[in-house]
């Protein structure tokens, strides 16, 4: 995919130079070129096409299609076996995706030197702060590959857009989606085990994570949370970062905390001043998102207490610890929490909250790290009265032996059967959920959060965890008022 913006030429010299080329053949730098890009579907005259290594294809196997399709130029890691004819520009570099993002950003005049960006990292709360600071700082938000997102930052430089507020995943930087640009600011905000069918260790996984620290150039500033090992790390590493936590000595800290499931109040501490806030965000980690939040707003040059107002009027994140209105007196929340430390800050934090009983729903996916799900099992029992096992998304594994793996994870010789039930049909499980719920109770509905669809097999069905439970409370209303 290439966006069609306003026509641009650049000379492949102009585009080229300072790239570390090993080898040219038909080298011509006054070529104009005006489009790149890595898929070769897109390809036309003028083109320049670099072939990546994908994880289901590799680029490679396509130079060809390109030269078929007639680009002036093309870029890859390994000489193909074909003929390269005089009138195509063919260059080797040792990284086809770093010399995809470095080529993107010149061509597209360097948005980043005109857009403030600030990219988020970590394995939980990237998509709380990127959409607070969204809605508060009222701009765009983006995520996508590098010959998407150049551009797009392009068209925000043209409209003037002063803001873009991304989430950067490990996969994103390990894939070098962001190789190049230019941060104003790098937020870190945790990190728990989860995509090691991707990363393998939780090393590799870190390592992928201070990719957006280590990048060249590094960002303007840094945020840190210090309540996480791994920020403490990173801190340790970068003594100019500036830190953010509620457990630990920070540059930015929330004290005097009073969370609750209907919202939150705390004092924010920084350089000697304190200044009280209040959220309708529920429990104690949302208290953590929020003031990762007001710590970047400080360093994007805003004064936090400015946005007290704004905040306050936020009702809540879709799918994340979304609550569901209902007339039966329970708290009912949907959330994305699928990894064993995101399971367990949820439900400590309830347990600290005194309900009467905690009720949680979840699953895992399917052909994903499957070495968590045990973790996730132990960590739903322990803190939960009752809990109902599902199907999350199980693609292509079979949904029995992912709720096996889960099992793995509960105490063996006891007799469970008063407190875990499984129920693979997830619209069922949340009708029995609701069923089982008594006045004062807290429930749960983990995994998917913002997800309309669930993934069965290779079919995409649509699937809204917050409208089933909708239905299933209109169901026990009627039944209520019979």
């Known amino acids: 995919m290439c966006l069609a913006l306003k026509e641009l030429k650049v000379k492949l010299g102009d585009l ?23 898929d070769s579907r897109s390809i036309e005259p003028n083109s320049l096409f670099v072939a990546c290594l994908g994880s289901r294809m590799d680029g490679h196997d ?4 390109a030269i078929l399709a007639k680009a002036a130029a093309i870029i890859y890691e390994t000489p193909p076996d074909i003929v390269i004819p005089k009138h195509v520009t063919a260059l080797q570099v040792l990284d086809s995706r770093a010399a995809l993002a470095r080529l993107l950003i010149r061509f597209y005049e360097h948005p980043d030197q005109e857009v403030k960006l600030t990219g988020i990292t970590g ?5 709380t702060t990127a959409y607070l600071l969204h809605r508060l700082l009222r701009e765009k938000t983006s995520a996508p590959s590098p010959e998407v997102l150049t551009p797009l930052l392009h068209e925000m430089a043209e409209e003037a857009v002063e803001h873009c507020i991304m989430e950067v995943s490990s996969h994103a930087l390990d894939q070098r989606r962001t190789h190049g640009l230019h941060f104003e600011l790098g937020i870190f905000t945790q990190l728990t085990q989860d995509h090691l069918d991707y990363h393998r260790t939780m090393r590799q996984y870190f390592e992928a994570k201070r990719k957006l620290f280590d990048s060249h150039p590094r960002p303007r500033k840094m945020l840190i949370n210090a309540d996480c090992s791994y920020g403490r790390k990173l801190l340790h590493d970068y003594p100019s970062a500036s830190s953010f936590g509620i457990n630990e000595p920070a540059e930015f800290r929330a004290v005097d905390i009073e969370p609750s499931f209907q919202g939150c109040r ?5 350089k000697g001043k304190t200044s009280p806030f209040q959220i ?17 707003l400080e360093l994007l040059g805003y ?22 209105a209902n007339a039966h007196a329970l708290e009912i929340f949907v959330d994305y929490a699928h990894t064993p430390d995101a399971i367990e800050n949820v439900l400590s934090e309830a347990r600290k909250l005194s309900p009467k009983r905690i009720l949680t729903l979840f699953g895992c996916g399917g052909d994903r790290d499957a070495s968590k799900r045990p973790l996730m099992g132990k960590a739903a029992y322990q803190y939960s009265d009752l809990m109902i096992l599902t199907s999350d998304n199980p693609r292509s594994e079979d949904p029995e032996a992912i709720l096996r793996d889960i099992k793995t994870g509960l105490p063996h010789g006891k007799n469970l059967e008063k407190k875990v039930f499984e129920i693979l049909n997830r619209a069922e499980a949340i009708e029995k959920l609701i069923a ?8 749960f509905v983990l995994g998917k959060g913002h997800e309309d669809y669930q993934i069965l097999g290779e079919r995409k069905i649509p699937f809204d965890d917050r409208l089933v439970i909708q239905d299933c409370l209109k169901r026990k209303n009627r039944v209520f008022s019979s």
């Open 123 to 127: 394995t939980n709360g990237k998509t």
């Open 436 to 443: 089982l719920s008594e006045p004062g109770d807290v429930l």
């Open 62 to 65: 396509f130079l060809g299609q």
């Open 16 to 38: 080229c130079h300072g790239l570390p080329i090993l080898q040219k053949l038909n080298w011509n730098p006054s070529k104009n070129i005006q489009k790149i890009s890595c």
């Open 280 to 296: 309708r965000l529920p429990m104690r980690h949302n208290i953590s998102n929020v003031l990762g939040v007001l710590a970047a």
């Open 266 to 270: 705390f004092k924010l501490q920084h």
């Open 303 to 324: 004064c936090p207490s400015d946005f007290r107002g704004s905040l306050l009027e936020i009702p809540g994140i879709p799918g994340r610890m979304e609550r569901i």
